[in-house]
């Protein structure tokens, strides 16, 4: 009808105009141009061309951000019914890590509570539960390893109809305990709003007062210290930032691309396991496993091109901005986990967003632990080599310039006197509530180690590139077999080391008692095949150290490990010979 009535308004219109001019229509030149140009649309109506596949996120939502700022929230915790799991003290919420629960094969502790947003004089009118004198949200302890650390961080979830705080209703309060400076994940994000091709989260510094009243007495608030709030990727979050709710959303937890026949299925099949397929990676949004499915298998079948498959599942833009900035800023704990892949409804796409920076921009720190960078493969492309959709696309000439190009363009934007203000903001801000009580008694770093390690973060962009392109030139990571009887001796494999410049390879073989290799049992180098052979060994403890190394000169390790008290020893593996002469690997829990 709408349509219709347009058409009589139009053609009324040109009646009267015929009338008026005499039954004919006189035009001056400049009329004559208007209907030229108006006859053909495409000059008229100037036209952007499809974007394609990327995505975009909405900017709006950091618009009014001001990213040293701090917000005050106040949390009155109470004891609550058996039936939500909220009958605990907050004691015991913050007495147990993650691995507790996991242990006894319980559902984490939980507290009910009241949380209030304000300002350092109290809860402000207008803001998220002022004036609440009943909970409105459940309080839990959150975070995998952090966990077991004395000092907690806390998701707290507002209850539906209970409100929300800046259209979110699950509040994730982050410690940091790890990260000496307190502001790395932060300072990612804040950089993420500005880089095209990624998709940021909202933060906000929070001080956070609680007032535990599931004692029985009532202490008052107290201050627990200064803490960041990270948005959480949920259905809301994808909606809030411009992407479609009902989409997809993984958590990778150790994923690394592999079809996982036994964990991945659909929900519909037998022996779906809903627990063990979280350990692999958790569902977000949407849980028909369907379109992951196909995808890993497209992803794992080599006799489709890379091209192919990563041209129908993956967007280039997207995909190369998530690596290059992960790359530039040295946040190696990416490889398989602490990311998260969301695909729309309708789209057979996945797209990367970023999830747990805390290890970015940490050269200086660990040069600062004498935990200098021994092992090349853990910074640049050598360190996603063991991610099998990575390694089939790095293996491509055409994709890795396309990283290249990237990382470049980033380069450029990561500038270190851009890192250098922003780290001068969020330090001194941090470094106020570091100085002070509570957070002076968990600090990592002296003040002194703290002005150090700010001073040295905004030059790591340049390290880190420097790395990444020597990592083009090294051999990439491999991993070392266990070792088998053979012919009455012992046989030690190993992956072929791959070179992007396809130089020949050897391998130098050690064999030896500790893990210091001082004093090796076997020392062979020049070796042009991944395999040795030697006598059978005595009973005991053995270490093995393979180093490959191309013509170029460039040395790389095993992917291999050994962990001691002091920490982990790269490119090693270990093994032991039983007194009735079999062999045992040393293998470590996931």
């Known amino acids: 009808m709408w349509k219709n009535k347009g058409c009589s308004l139009l053609l009324c219109v040109l009646s009267c ?3 008026l001019s005499g039954c004919s229509f006189v035009m001056d030149d400049s009329s004559d141009e208007k209907a030229q140009i108006q006859s053909n649309g495409s000059d008229y109506v100037k036209k952007e061309s499809s974007a394609g596949t990327a995505i975009k996120d909405n900017d709006m939502l950091y618009v009014n951000d001001e990213d040293t700022s701090v917000v005050t929230m106040y949390l009155t915790v109470r004891q609550g019914n058996a039936a939500e799991n909220t009958n605990h003290t907050w004691e015991e919420l913050n007495g147990h890590s993650v691995y507790y629960y996991e242990d006894l094969g319980i559902e984490r502790y939980q507290v009910e509570g009241i949380l209030q947003a304000g ?14 004198m009943i909970p409105n949200a459940i309080v839990s302890i959150r975070g995998q ?20 705080w800046r259209e979110q209703q699950t509040i994730n309060l982050n410690k940091h305990v790890y990260d000496g400076v307190g502001f790395r994940n932060k300072l990612c994000y804040d950089l993420m709003e500005e880089l095209p091709g990624m998709i940021s989260l909202r933060t906000q510094f929070v001080h956070l007062y609680v007032k535990d009243e599931t004692a029985g007495a009532d202490t008052g608030f107290v201050d627990y210290g200064l803490y960041t709030q990270v948005e959480q990727p949920n259905k809301t979050f994808l909606e809030n930032h411009g992407l479609d709710r009902f989409g997809h959303l993984y958590k990778l937890n150790v994923f690394e691309f592999y079809r996982y026949e036994d964990l991945i299925k659909l929900k519909s099949d037998a022996g779906y396991d809903e627990a063990a397929f979280n350990e692999i ?25 890379v091209e192919e498959v990563f041209g129908k599942w993956f967007d280039e833009e997207n995909f190369f901005s998530w690596m290059a900035f992960h790359i530039l800023v040295g946040n190696t704990d990416t490889q398989s986990r602490n990311t998260l892949m969301y695909s729309p409804t309708n789209l057979d796409k996945w797209y990367f967003i970023s999830w747990d920076n805390d290890g970015a921009l940490k050269l200086t720190q660990e040069k600062l632990d004498n935990a200098a960078v021994e092992n090349g493969w853990q910074y640049g492309v050598s360190n ?34 851009k890192l250098a203000e922003m780290i001068t903001g969020y330090s001194t801000l941090v470094r ?49 077999g266990a070792p088998t009887l053979q012919d009455g001796g012992f046989l030690y494999s190993w992956d072929n080391a791959y070179d992007f410049d396809d130089e020949m390879i050897t391998y130098t073989f050690e064999l030896a008692k500790d893990y210091t290799f001082e004093n090796p049992v076997i020392r062979q180098e020049g070796i042009a095949v991944p395999g040795y052979q030697t006598d059978r060994l005595e009973p005991g403890q053995y270490f093995i150290r393979i180093t490959a190394e191309n013509e170029s000169g460039y040395r790389q390790h095993a992917f291999d490990y050994y962990r001691t008290d002091e920490g982990v020893e790269y490119g090693i593996k270990c093994f032991y010979v039983l007194e009735d002469g079999s062999i045992e690997g040393d293998t470590y829990e996931k």
Request: one cysteine or more.
């Open 432 to 480: 106020e509530y570091k100085n002070q009580l509570p957070d002076k008694m968990t600090s990592r770093l002296t003040d002194q180690e703290y002005l150090q390690v700010c001073e040295g973060m905004p030059k790591e962009i340049e390290e880190n590139y420097q790395l990444y392109k020597e990592s083009l030139e090294s051999p990439m990571p491999f991993y070392i």
């Open 281 to 305: 990676l958790e569902s977000k949004g949407n849980d028909d496993h369907s379109k992951l499915i196909e995808m890993l298998e497209d992803v794992n079948n080599y006799a489709k091109p």
């Open 17 to 19: 105009a015929a009338v």
């Open 145 to 164: 390893s952090s966990s077991a650390a004395a000092v907690k961080s806390y998701k707290i979830e507002i209850k539906d109809g209970k409100g929300a």
């Open 119 to 132: 300002n350092e004089n109290g809860p402000v009118a207008g803001e998220l539960g002022y004036g609440a």
């Open 384 to 417: 996603y080599w063991g991610n099998i959709l990575i390694q089939r696309v790095l293996k491509s000439d055409d994709y890795r310039q396309k990283l290249e190009d990237k990382i470049e363009e980033y380069r450029g934007l990561l500038a270190e006197e």
